[in-house]
């Protein structure tokens, strides 16, 4: 029986039981039209009303990016070209800040992509504790690059245990409003707590953990980063360039223009992670405040737990950056009973 289970999976994760068993209706029969939410059309009102409120309660806006470069048939292409070319060959830098096993796969990855000479890692948290993951090291002590075409770290390192106890003091923007392009995988500690949103131009996150069911991810994106206030390059100039062209359903332009529609968006994922925060906004009247008391308590309760038996559990991270979220420990000193 459900109701006898406790659950601790980070994600998939614990779903309200009330949410599922609407879901379980609504995968029969959505709203009385005799049709499961599954097998409506992606582009029927219904649907678009059910990713347009989830959009609202979320609070947030969708989108896409790049802002390399400027419109090509303004230019002569091949003066274009080589402008470019040696810009990205001196520098284009993306940062990373490695403080997990989550912001290691993002900074391998575009390597793979870019060349690993375009990318850096302004801070590795393995190098101030025994070349393992389980700090963050100290915001004046990152090397960051001179106009990084962006800065990436993740919010909360889920297999770590190790969650940026804030917005990091590095990267707040000046008082002009000038700063970092800062871009921030929340995967896993999304609605948490109250989050800076103006201080980052990405914000994403997948549904599985803190939102909702497998199969969508949620993108935050500035409208500064999209076109038409960002051009885009046309295939044919990032090929001259030798950068990676995206597949178009992955390009977030793409995905803006069609409100996320423009390939079969899983509508049923929406509803439950539409559900999960209409659940969310009805049980706390003070919004993220009281999910951030909640988690709070729940992580306070099982670290005090911990702490209270030294001889059997090792918490993994340093205390100043414990997650909320994902509680990491081992048992016994070398972990030779687990
Ligand atoms: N980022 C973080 C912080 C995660 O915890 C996870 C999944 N555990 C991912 C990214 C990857 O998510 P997905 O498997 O949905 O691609």
Known sequence: NRADVTYFGAGPALLPTEVLENASQALLNYDNTGLGIAEHS???????????????????????????????EDADQDKLVAELSKAIDNELKLDYLVTG??????????????????????????????????RIPEGGTWKLSKDAAFVYYCDNETVDGVESPKFPEALVPKNDGTGPIVVADMSSNILSRKVPVKNFSLVFFG?????????????????????????????????????????????????????????????????????????????FQDKADGQEAVANKKATLIYEALEAHPDIYR????????????????????????
């Open 207 to 283: 549904a599985q953990k803190n939102l909702g069911s497998t199969g969508v991810t949620v993108v935050i994106i500035k409208k500064s980063l999209l076109p038409p206030n960002c051009p885009q390059p046309s295939p044919s100039l990032m090929r001259k360039l030798g950068l990676p062209i995206p597949p178009v359903i992955l390009s977030y332009e793409t995905i803006a223009k069609n409100n996320s529609l423009y390939n079969t968006l899983s509508i049923f994922d929406v509803y439950i992670a539409g559900q999960v925060l209409k659940k969310l906004l009805k049980t």
């Open 315 to 338: 918490i993994v991270p340093d205390k100043s950056v414990r997650s909320r979220m994902n509680i990491c420990f081992r048992v016994t000193k070398n972990g030779e009973t687990e």
């Open 42 to 72: 992606h582009r029927s009102q219904l649907a678009a009303n059910i990713l347009n409120e989830a959009k609202a309660d979320l609070g947030g806006g969708s989108g896409g990016f790049f802002w390399l470069a400027p419109k090509e």
């Open 101 to 134: 096993g989550w912001s290691l796969k993002a900074y391998q990855e575009a390597g793979r992509l870019l060349g690993t000479e375009h990318v850096n890692i302004a801070a590795d948290a393995r190098t101030i504790n025994d070349g393992k993951f389980g």
